[in-house]
């Protein structure tokens, strides 16, 4: 049985506070994928290299990665490329989820030095958030958040070293993906995210929009070596970089 994380509380009208949606209502489910880079002796370690020799405390039962492992905690362990990657189960947004995702983030960390060899040290790649968009074209709304939101979202999550940010269109969700980030910070772009869930939530619903007007961006397809790598047009068809770094 998965263990479960208890939120923090959160009273009404405070910062962190939202709403909830409705079940199965675009927004109402979160979902958070934090990548790390392996280090050995100060090298570079390819985590699919070792990580079927660890002593990982989950089972093999996904069929489309052959990677991964569920962890009793809840929480998935694969490697994407060289890095390691733990994902989160799915969070409801509700009162006090911004704090729920903090904790999901901090037990990941934990649970992923706890089976790392000695002398194997992990750095945070990445942050990969996914929000649940049912029944909806995920295209259509990244384009617009890409063109709206996403200058915010840049200042919460990119670093001074950043690449950029990516906004991907998945199947039933919305991935929004940058640097590393976690603890109160982490919480803060939760927040944030939350909403734009809100105000997005006419869109989603009605193809509509009655919220910011657009911000003077440009999107386009991700490049390497300028905004990071994209293997497949699927994994990634949209890239915002920052307003300081026009495409």
Known sequence: MPLLVPPLPE???SPGACFAPAPDAPGSLVGLEHEYSLTRDGQPLDFRTILHTLPVPGLRLDPGDINAYRLRSGLALTADGAEAELATPPISVQPGFA???ELWAAMARTQLDAVLPAGVEASG???HISVA???VEGEPVARLYARTFAAAFAFLIENTDSQG???RPRTGRLELCGDFVDGP???EWRRSRSGVCGHARPLWREHRWTCP???ASSCCPAQTATA???SAARMARICMRSLAKPC
């Open 213 to 215: 007007r657009s911000c």
């Open 185 to 187: 910070r982490l919480g």
């Open 11 to 13: 009273t009404p009208g």
């Open 99 to 101: 704090a729920e995702v």
């Open 165 to 167: 940010i990516y906004i």
């Open 133 to 135: 968009l049912p029944g």
């Open 228 to 230: 990071g790598e994209c």
């Open 125 to 127: 790649y990445s942050t």
